[in-house]
């Protein structure tokens, strides 16, 4: 995708405005969600990720230590 596309794209999403529209990036390279969601902290050493997980807002549901902002925003609605 390029800068130009982008932009007629936003232009037509702007005539069409709807709050439910997600535009979602797909950066290769990130970490696995195992290391990020499913961590597995019961799992031996060599199984489990490398950071350790904390708790949510939603009870028994813990992710990556990393991820704060996005432990405080579950609230188990889908």
């Known amino acids: 995708m390029t800068l130009p596309r982008l932009l007629r794209a936003a232009t037509k999403l702007r005539r069409h405005a709807d709050p439910q529209i ?4 797909n950066l290769l390279g990130g970490p696995s969600h195992m290391d990020m969601f499913d961590m597995k902290p019961q799992a031996p050493p060599e199984i489990r990720g490398l950071f350790r997980p904390i708790q949510t807002s939603l009870p028994g549901l813990a992710i990556c230590e990393h991820l704060p902002r996005t432990a405080s925003g579950c609230t188990g609605r889908a």
Request: aromatic fraction near 24%; proline fraction near 0%; avoid cysteine.
């Open 22 to 25: 997600v535009i979602l990036f």
